[in-house]
């Protein structure tokens, strides 16, 4: 539900991206040799165009946790928010502290998904 919200932005970020793309060298090249429309689109501006998308999109991943923590205390749901915000009143340090430890794995693990997306979707990019 929390990820609804940027959508709209999202799909007006690929558009504006796919637009700036289109105008390149290596597309008119790519229609010059023949390929079909859905190919240039898919294989090359496409995937060119993705790479700021899935930048921001790894930064919006973070910032979902801290929506969820603040949905669920709002909304009194069960979850690591209501955990952590329950654990910071009673002054509990080794579960704020857990929590934060699994807080920062999980960007890191986002932030791990998103490099290797970038291997896939542009290819001068090689994990070595």
């Known amino acids: 539900?929390?990820?609804?919200?940027f959508a709209a932005f999202y799909a007006r970020m690929v558009r504006?991206?796919?637009?700036?793309?289109?105008?390149?060298?290596?597309?008119?090249?790519?229609?010059a040799k023949g390929l079909s429309?859905?190919?240039?689109?898919g294989k090359h501006a496409l995937r060119s165009s993705l790479t700021p998308v899935v930048t921001i999109f790894g930064l919006d991943f973070s910032l979902l946790l801290g929506g969820a923590i603040l949905t669920e205390t709002v909304f009194n749901l069960p979850g690591i928010g209501q955990l952590v915000v329950s654990a910071v009143n009673r002054n509990d340090i080794p579960v704020v502290l857990a929590t934060t430890v699994v807080a920062?794995?999980?960007?890191?693990?986002?932030?791990?998904?998103?490099?290797?997306f970038y291997s896939y979707l542009d290819p001068r990019v090689r994990l070595s």
């Open 104 to 116: 920062a794995l999980f960007v890191t693990t986002i932030s791990l998904v998103v490099d290797i």
């Open 16 to 31: 504006g991206n796919l637009l700036e793309t289109l105008g390149e060298d290596y597309i008119r090249t790519a229609r």
């Open 1 to 5: 539900m929390l990820s609804l919200t």
């Open 37 to 41: 429309e859905r190919k240039v689109i």
